[in-house]
């Protein structure tokens, strides 16, 4: 078995996928301070953010449509150049001291477009970069999310140093600079040849409809996809409502903060056991293992112990460090790899969406029945849906020999 970082372009490739993490983590917490300290403004604060996010969701079908007929090198070169530009662009405004609102919220728009290609090209730049299979993909996908998850433990850390220091201008800099990093590497990265034939150039309308049969004909996929929806959506109930209470009811902001340090602990942790562990239902293994945010949940919603929580919200976000690489490594075997970017761009698409619905539901949830029915409505939720997906044959049936087969004969 070949690992893969003896292959030199997985090992670059790697490097290039953290610096381009990184710098997607260090922008929230600057972004969020940026506008804030320039406008004082929830709603100018909600337009930049919603600029970024609404161009990403928007475009996530397209780039996976532009991703599976495009050498995802130089796709991938393009989205991380695209960003240098727009962050070069929020620095010079806020270093300048002459900060447009609207300029700001337009670079972020066309970041959060680069953002959707770069989500949507991921899978099949991998699969090209690193043609192994069995548990070397999961190895590789491990290291992946391993090196995700230490860049967004390190990404608001290291914001919060730059601002403290050098202000947050600064921030955006080293964002972009970050950004031309990754970018600078990807000339130099082998791809190796197509593992199935491309597909002919053809109308994006056409793309989109051939992506979402393909979702559509695998009911282990499209089962799994709203699974993951439930999870973002219900995470984000608790990523809203959790720090209320844990500031007002547990102690104070530390009791969040050492909750929050254990989901990262814990993604981490389940990172690197998913290069480990080789599930040979790996579709109802990682569904089940995801299943287990009804913890901190539930606890939140009993009004648990501080040290309960965190021990229960590290044991979740180690399910989703495990699923990920899990998850990732079956659809890259499973899937065409003609159409592996559009497939993928579909669960993308319905994980990011159910985030702001998270954000949205969970205020007016607490406003009419205060913070334990949303925490237990939502435990109930993602174990049901979650846990549910094992009803369902393709989700029971699916193992991981038989992805290797089907992406093998694709």
Not at 50 to 72: E, I, K, S
Not at 147 to 154: C, N
Not at 277 to 297: E, F, H, Q, W
Request: include cysteine; charge should be positive.
């Amino acid at each position: 078995m070949t690992h893969p970082l003896r292959l030199p372009g997985f090992r670059l490739l790697l490097i290039s996928r953290t610096l381009s993490t990184l710098s997607d983590a260090l922008v929230p917490t600057a972004l969020s301070l940026a506008v804030v300290q320039l406008t004082g403004s929830a709603t100018a604060l909600a337009l930049v953010l919603g600029c970024a996010l609404g161009t990403r969701l928007l475009l996530l079908p397209v780039a996976g449509v532009l991703a599976d007929h495009y050498n995802p090198r130089w796709v991938a070169l393009g989205a991380d150049a695209t960003r240098v530009l727009t962050q070069a662009v929020v620095a010079l405004q806020l270093l300048t001291g002459h900060a447009s609102i609207a300029v700001i919220a337009a670079a972020q728009a066309v970041a959060g477009a680069a953002s959707a290609v770069s989500l949507s090209n991921l899978a099949p730049l991998l699969v090209r970069v690193a043609p192994v299979s069995g548990p070397a993909r999961q190895k590789a996908n491990s290291l992946m999310g391993v090196a995700k998850s230490v860049s967004l433990l390190a990404g608001p850390a290291l914001a919060g140093l730059l601002i403290w220091v050098v202000g947050i201008g600064w921030v955006f800099v080293l964002d972009s600079a970050a950004f031309a990093a990754s970018a600078s590497l990807m000339p130099f990265i082998r791809l190796h040849r197509k593992v199935s034939s491309a597909p002919a150039r053809r109308a994006i309308r056409a793309g989109l409809v051939e992506g979402w049969a393909e979702v559509r004909a695998r009911d282990w996929y499209w089962t799994s996809l709203v699974a993951h929806a439930a999870w973002n959506l219900v995470a984000n109930v608790l990523l809203t409502l959790g720090p209320l209470v844990a500031v007002t009811r547990l102690g104070g902001q530390g009791s969040w903060i050492a909750v929050t340090q254990a989901g990262g602990i814990g993604l981490l942790a389940g990172s690197l056991l998913a290069g480990r562990a080789r599930p040979r239902r790996p579709v109802l293994a990682g569904n089940l293992v995801l299943a287990t945010y009804a913890l901190p949940l539930a606890l939140f919603a009993a009004s648990a112990p501080v040290p309960l929580l965190v021990a229960g919200y590290g044991i979740a976000m180690a399910g989703l460090g495990f699923l990920s690489p899990t998850w990732q490594t079956t659809v890259q075997e499973a899937i065409p790899h003609n159409v592996l970017a559009r497939v993928s761009s579909y669960d993308w698409l319905l994980s990011l969406a159910a985030q702001p619905l998270g954000v949205i539901v969970a205020p007016i949830a607490l406003h009419l029945w205060g913070a334990r029915v949303p925490f237990a409505a939502s435990a109930v939720l993602v174990a049901v849906v979650c846990a549910g997906t094992a009803l369902v044959p393709g989700v029971r049936n699916l193992r991981s020999d038989r992805g290797v087969e089907v992406a093998r004969a694709a």
